[in-house]
């Protein structure tokens, strides 16, 4: 075997050239390498608006593909992409569109599953499903179009007629404006007001945050008395219903007896004044009437008999008091007791 050093180094450079040029190769087209993987589809575009071969082909946000082939067919553009994402599952109905990525002008086709069906592999989204961005250069052309197309005397006659209104209204104008200034004044100078007046709300709010339990309850405790008030209302009702009905009733009660009630009042006034004019009569003899009713008692409560002495009567010996009305007569033997 022969050693490194003796064997031929030109063969062995052209292998190291030939590896390094298609390394190189490999790098500078590693996007339409990765294009060229995946599931292939293709889009017609109106226009091309800057993409190219190696964009990004977007989903969600999510870079799924790149884009493959760019190519002119018939009124259109032609671009061909591949999906590298496996799990990606595209409807029948999905839309493209060319989207600008950066400043720079760097584009991505973005894709939006549309459909119930699945969009069959190789499939081509149609022209009027895609749409392209407004670019710069356009918008530039346009606005010319459009300021060429301005009549300038007729704008200047617009701008003399509100030049004339405004010059007409000037009084009300000035008035505005001194309102409004009048206005800011008061406003600053009321500023350490608006400010303790917000450091105020401020300061409810941050009790009301600290209350929010008790609020809370109070409302949970609302709901069930209003619950409650609900399922009593057609006892409220019926009772506010018999109120109402006794209430008439009394009223003609009290209207179909005036003659009888006006009376029998005056009687009662009259006695209610005569047992206050002898509050103290009655009172006495209430206490009184206390005394004998416990020396009674003890007496009673002695035997089978009792004494009692009735003052100013006459002696018993001389009048015999007839008892038999009392049906004691049998009892007492005929006699009187004293």
Do not use: H
Request: hydrophobic residues 40%; proline residues 3%; without cysteine.
């Amino acid at each position: 075997m022969k050693m490194f050093r003796e064997r031929n180094p030109l063969p062995l450079g052209l292998v190291v050239v030939v590896g390094l040029a298609m390394t190189l190769l490999l790098v500078l087209n590693v996007d339409g390498v990765v294009g060229a993987f995946g599931r292939k589809y293709s889009v017609m575009l109106p226009e091309a608006a800057g993409i190219k071969q190696g964009d990004p082909v977007r989903v969600s946000g999510l870079t799924v593909g790149r884009v493959g082939d760019v190519s002119l067919e018939g009124e259109g553009v032609l671009v061909e992409f591949g999906l590298t994402e496996t799990a990606i599952e595209l409807g029948d109905e999905t839309t493209a569109q060319v989207s600008v990525e950066t400043v720079l002008g760097d584009k991505a086709l973005v894709l939006t599953s549309a459909g119930d069906g699945t969009l069959a592999e190789g499939a081509r989204i149609p022209i009027e499903r895609a749409t392209v961005p407004y670019e710069v250069t356009d918008a530039l052309t346009d606005l010319q179009q459009e300021a060429e197309e301005i009549d300038v005397d007729q704008v200047a006659g617009a701008l003399e007629t509100v030049a004339g209104t405004l010059e007409g209204a000037t009084p009300e104008l000035s008035s505005a404006i001194t309102g409004m200034s009048r206005l800011s004044k008061t406003i600053s100078s009321r500023d350490d007001s608006l400010r303790s007046l917000l450091d105020n709300a401020e300061g409810f709010s941050d009790v009301l945050a600290d209350r929010s339990g008790d609020l809370t309850a109070l409302m949970k405790d609302g709901n069930v008395l209003f619950a409650e008030l609900l399922k009593r209302r057609d006892d409220i009702k019926a009772l506010l219903v018999n109120l109402s009905a006794m209430a008439t009733e009394l009223s003609g009660l009290v209207a179909d007896n005036k003659d009888t009630i006006g009376p029998a009042l005056k009687e009662l006034n009259t006695v209610i004044s005569t047992l206050q004019k002898n509050k103290s009569n009655i009172s006495e003899t209430l206490r009184g009437m206390s005394v004998y009713a416990t020396g009674l008692g003890e007496v009673v409560s002695s035997g089978e008999f009792f004494s009692a002495y009735l003052q100013n009567l006459l002696p018993g010996n001389l009048l015999q008091p007839d008892l038999s009305e009392l049906g004691l007569k049998g009892l007492l033997g005929g006699g009187a007791t004293r």
